[in-house]
């Protein structure tokens, strides 16, 4: 089982970027979804999160622009990012609580960087 994360890139500030992520292999369930970041010399930080009843929650700094959204039957995540500021420019990790169809226990899994640069 792995995390692969898509969507990142260059963009203007203002503009739009859709991140996307999909838990592939044997997956047999999954709970909590998330979206972290890291800027150059900051530590990761949690820019999002959705339970897998739907229920999202985010950091201050977001609020209003960035938007969760999970796909429970193809196991997949996404982080659609509005009116994106200079600011929001770091390597986006998706993260996820999930149970491989192998085992018996949840386990937290890392989705591989994506870079998201916000610039004119």
């Known amino acids: 089982v792995q995390l692969q994360a898509f969507g990142g890139g260059l963009v203007q500030p203002g503009g739009s970027l859709r991140l996307s992520c999909e838990a592939s292999?044997?997956?047999?369930?999954?709970?909590?979804m998330r979206w972290y970041r890291q800027a150059p010399g900051n530590q990761r930080e949690l820019v999002a999160i959705?339970?897998?009843?739907?229920?999202?929650n985010y950091a201050e700094s977001v609020k209003g622009r960035f938007t969760i959204s999970r796909d429970n039957a193809k196991n997949t995540v996404a982080l659609q990012m509005n009116s994106l500021k200079p600011e929001d420019t770091a390597v986006y990790y998706c993260?996820?609580?999930?149970?491989?169809?192998?085992?018996?226990?949840?386990?937290?899994?890392w989705g591989q960087g994506t870079l998201v640069t916000v610039s004119s």
């Open positions: 993260n996820a609580d999930l149970r491989a169809a192998d085992s018996a226990f949840l386990l937290n899994y």
């Open positions: 292999g044997s997956v047999a369930s999954i709970n909590a």
């Open positions: 959705v339970g897998s009843g739907g229920s999202t």
